[in-house]
């Protein structure tokens, strides 16, 4: 934990305020603290003026979201930062405000965490420190105020590359998750071009208190002008944080993989979700660990498989929240920058065997499955990493009992092991609706034991079952 926070995958939320959809859930101080009890270590808070412009609130901006005051945001953050993990907690700031009411908030961090609040020693740094030199600080991350008195919004629009879950070999969404969405996004609010709400007046930096305020920034959000190529450029005497939209890493890791790989080497790269992902729903995390973003913002308040991923993903390193990237990300062999893209050999061969599972008759309701016989239960077993080493394998179904045995084993060849998750799924095939979920599990494979393990399972929400296990035994040849 010695290393630059830039060496490090972090787990980060996107809009942690909301209790469900984009567009009128509740804002709340209950999903902040939730989130950070399951080891988020980047907390988002929208802040806005209030209606009478003299106190600050936190809300999803020009959508019907009911609002919560930043205080009480503030307030609970400090008293259950530290509950999981005594790594730093950053809290990025989407600002929306005036000059006086960002001397408010610079006043509110302040009193609220007084030592706990890490001071950069100056505007820029060379280098981020380290998580073990942060521990249990508070970071605070925007873009400086100057910035947005001369930032300007731009709506982008551009075809969505992310490819249906329900034609590609992850299986469909368990329940109700899928969900029409549109092409398009015209979501601008997480960019790094986020508008204030002082009408383009430029006189911020003569107020005291957005020296201030600007004095706490100890991350720097950034966009320089220029097209993509020019934003991707290292600055040898500062670092900064980039923020792409899904798609808009899609598209830029097109052309431009490997100069986002080299830049996430110092820098940090945020990852937020588009913005037609109203029901909260999440996208596939590994291209933005594949390019080195330590910052995938998700919606901790959804579910789905992508979410499992990153949950699984942030088991890793005792669920501190911080997992260190793979060298190869980081350091550049034979002055060549890994490129995602690339064609590579097998590097490491597992092998899976799936014993059998117990626990389902404790944890559910004997008619949960089925009203008038005991379950049919079958395994999905597979991996999550790069495009070549993704793959979905399941065992037989097993009929009319609760404990199935399937004496089943698997085969992965793995040329990235590195960035490869394992992924456990187990369902109830049922004849005349869609098969019922019962239990799932996701580890990285850097973090498996060989042998035999007895597996616990966890819902759709990441909460671990009492009683559910799988027998398994894991291999490396």
């Known amino acids: 934990m010695t290393a630059p926070l830039s060496h490090y995958y972090i787990y980060t939320g996107h809009n942690s305020y909301l209790t469900g959809n984009q567009l009128s859930s509740d804002c709340s101080v209950v999903p902040i603290i939730e989130a950070l009890k399951r080891g988020v270590r980047v907390v988002e808070l ?43 907690v950053i809290i990025t700031l989407e600002d929306h405000l005036t000059p006086n009411l960002q001397a408010k908030v610079a006043q509110m961090l302040i009193e609220t965490f007084e030592d706990m609040l890490f001071y950069p020693e100056s505007e820029f740094v060379k280098e981020f420190p380290s998580p073990e030199q942060l521990k249990y600080r508070i970071i605070i991350s925007t873009k400086p105020p100057l910035e947005y008195r001369k930032a300007q919004t731009a709506n982008r629009k ?32 997480d960019s790094d071009s986020s508008e204030d709400n002082n009408g383009g007046n430029i006189g911020g930096l003569s107020s005291p208190g957005a020296h201030e305020y600007k004095h706490l920034i100890a991350i720097h959000a950034r966009k320089p002008k220029g097209g993509l190529k020019e934003v991707l450029k290292i600055e040898l005497n500062k670092v900064r944080r980039l ?16 100069d986002i790989v080299r830049f996430t080497q110092k820098n940090i790269l945020r990852v937020y979700p588009k913005g037609t992902r109203f029901n909260s729903s999440n996208y596939k995390p590994l291209i933005g660990w594949m390019h080195g973003a330590q910052m995938v913002a998700f919606n901790m308040q959804g579910y789905g498989r992508s979410l499992w991923l990153m949950q699984g993903m942030f088991r890793a390193n005792g669920g501190c929240g ?156």
Not at 55 to 64: D, E, K
Not at 65 to 87: D, G, W
Not at 248 to 256: I, N, R, T
């Open 158 to 189: 551009g075809d969505d590359l992310h490819k249906s879950e329900e034609e590609d070999l992850w299986g469909k969404e368990p329940l109700e998750l899928n969900t029409d969405e549109h092409e398009e996004d015209d979501d601008t609010s």
């Open 322 to 477: 911080y997992v260190k990237k793979p060298d190869f990300v980081m350091k550049n062999l034979d002055n060549q920058v890994f490129d995602p893209k690339a064609n590579l050999p097998v590097k490491k061969t597992l092998k899976v065997k799936v014993y059998m599972g117990d626990g389902w008759h404790l944890d559910f309701k004997h008619t949960h499955f089925d009203l008038y016989s005991p379950p049919d239960f079958y395994t999905r077993v597979g991996i999550a990493g790069v495009p070549a080493d993704e793959i979905m394998k399941r065992t037989q179904k097993k009929e009319d009992i609760w404990t199935p045995s399937w004496e089943e084993e698997f085969t992965f060849q793995l040329t990235v092991p590195e960035l490869a998750l394992l992924r456990v799924e187990v369902h109830e095939h049922d004849l005349s609706e869609k098969d019922d979920f019962g239990g799932q599990t996701c580890f990285p494979i850097s973090e498996l034991e060989q042998g035999i393990r007895a597996v616990p399972l966890f819902d759709r929400k990441g909460n671990k079952y009492n009683s559910i296990r799988l027998l398994m035994r894991f291999q490396f040849i």
């Open 243 to 258: 923020s792409l939209s899904e798609q808009a890493l899609e598209k830029a890791a097109e052309s431009y993989g490997t």
């Open 46 to 88: 929208d802040i806005w003026p209030n209606s009478a412009q003299d106190n600050v609130h936190v809300l999803h901006g020009r959508t019907l979201t009911t609002p919560v005051e930043l205080i009480k945001c503030l307030k609970s953050i400090k008293e259950h930062a530290f509950s999981e993990s005594p790594y730093p």
